[in-house]
């Protein structure tokens, strides 16, 4: 599991380790992990041409000792300088002590480039000036950022303004929020973790689920298994001019675990699912989780507030997604004995919230956090980066989803998705270990599913049992 922590708790822990270590030895762990990855990008190093974009911190310091580590090596290595009186005074000397120069531009020539203008207490866009030396940064020429990209907000990975756009970025000592959340996420490119030593608390802010986390939540059967024990899924989805979001949610469900379906909708959606999934029950009857919304089309308020009624009478989980997140009331999914889902994508989460969509897709951690708290649910923000979040203070870490392809953004990928979690919701998982889990599968299932081509969201139902298998096998 990729865990992240705030800016102020990872402040605590370098403050708590630099009071028991030799003065600057902190930096050096960091400079020599940063010398190291920047040196196998670089395959070659001797005559390799480095150019370091130095600001006024320790960031900037981070840059200059690696710099030096790779001109001690045989690279030839630039500095540019933010602010030259302020550079910190330690990393220059040992920079201009192994041979590098300083500039004021950045070489027209150079294989690489290591961005080291702005730590992670920086907040805001780049300044002007910082900018400038971003924008002559040559084509083709690669990007690593020092902890995280300058520009990103470490702690949200916000971008309110111009930002680095790395192709790798070394970070130290942990995680940052910033770095697994877009558009932070997307601007960070491949995140490499240096370990420096840092004791961390248990105060994590994010989490990125992997194989074995995965693995360890899934429902396996047993031998005393029967279709209610493996849990039986609910699907209220499609219409008379929607009725393939029927048949997708069905198949999510059956390939996501189900030990049943029952599908409760128009007559002609239940023909298509029956001429698909024949293994479907048609018609109300005893459910574990309900699966509500895909396809439902507009005006069926009434129809959601009744189910969702019954959902609680019965203590039955529901999953909310597309059609049904309309007119939800707080309070009535407040009180829901039972753990209730909402999957909106950014759209469906701006019209929940009452703010424009730019807003949502530009500060997603707040909005899905903003989200669980005013519901009082477990949400699971769809987009470039899924997140899932439990209502409350006492949640815990926003799970992030790390798998996933962009070939995802196609038509019933989302009612897909919705029938995996409601299946894991069946059996008996939590509201955000489900959505959790079933954005892995989903994400896991679009990669095979697509192969770097265009993909059906059909073609993701049918990758799910393999995608499955992916997250079981050993190590």
């Not at 070659?44 to 310091?61: C, E, P």
């Not at 950022?145 to 970025?169: K, Q």
């Not at 999957?343 to 909005?367: N, Y």
């Not at 669980?372 to 923000?381: Q, S």
Request: with cysteine; aromatic share 2%.
């Amino acid at each position: 599991m990729r865990t992240a922590y705030s800016v102020e708790t990872v402040r605590a822990a370098e403050h708590e380790l630099m009071a028991r270590l030799p003065e600057g030895a902190l930096m050096q762990r960091a400079a020599a992990g940063l010398a190291a990855v920047c040196a196998g990008l670089l395959g070659r190093v001797y005559g390799a041409r480095v150019a370091l974009l130095v600001g006024t911190g320790d960031n900037g310091g981070d840059a200059l000792y690696a710099g030096a580590r790779l001109a001690r090596r045989g690279a030839g290595v630039t500095a540019v300088l933010l602010d030259p009186e302020r550079a910190h005074a330690g990393g220059l000397a040992a920079l201009r002590a192994a041979g590098g120069r300083l500039a004021e531009r950045v070489p027209e020539r150079v294989d690489l480039v290591v961005d080291g203008l702005l730590g992670i207490g920086g907040r805001g866009g780049l300044r002007p000036a910082a900018a400038a030396l971003v924008a002559q940064v040559p084509p083709g020429a690669r990007v690593v950022a020092v902890d995280l990209p300058s520009g990103v907000d470490a702690d949200t990975g916000e971008v309110a303004g111009a930002a680095v756009r790395a192709d790798v970025t070394v970070t130290f000592g942990a995680y940052k929020p910033g770095l697994l959340i877009d558009p932070g996420a997307e601007r960070a490119g491949v995140v490499r973790l240096v370990e420096i030593g840092l004791t961390l608390p248990d105060t994590a802010v994010a989490q990125a689920l992997q194989h074995a986390d995965v693995g360890a939540l899934l429902p396996v059967p047993t031998a005393e298994s029967d279709k209610y024990r493996r849990g039986v899924v609910g699907v209220v989805a499609g219409s008379e001019q929607y009725p393939g979001a029927a048949v997708l949610s069905v198949a999510g469900a059956l390939r996501g675990g189900a030990g049943a379906v029952r599908y409760v909708g128009p007559a002609r959606a239940a023909e298509m699912v029956l001429a698909r999934y024949p293994e479907t029950l048609v018609g109300r009857g005893r459910v574990q989780s309900w699966v509500v919304g895909p396809g439902l089309g507009a005006g069926r308020e009434g129809e959601v507030a009744e189910l969702l009624a019954g959902a609680a009478a019965d203590g039955v989980a529901v999953l909310v997604d597309a059609d049904g997140l309309r007119g939800l009331d707080p309070a009535v999914l407040r009180a829901h004995p039972r753990p209730v889902l909402l999957t909106p994508h950014a759209g469906e989460a701006a019209a929940l919230l009452g703010v424009g969509r730019a807003e949502v897709e530009g500060a997603r951690l707040a909005s899905v956090r903003e989200l669980a708290g005013r519901y009082g649910v477990g949400v699971l923000l769809k987009g470039s980066t899924t997140l899932v979040a439990g209502p409350g203070p006492g949640a815990g870490p926003v799970r992030v989803n790390a798998t996933g392809t962009p070939w995802l953004a196609t038509a019933g990928s989302g009612d897909v998705l919705s029938g995996v979690a409601g299946a894991l919701l069946a059996a008996g998982l939590g509201a955000v270990d489900a959505g959790a889990v079933a954005a892995y599968l989903h994400g896991l299932a679009g990669r095979r599913a697509a192969g770097g081509a265009p993909v059906l969201a059909h073609g993701v139902a049918e990758a799910l049992p393999d995608a499955w298998r992916d997250a079981c096998a050993p190590a």
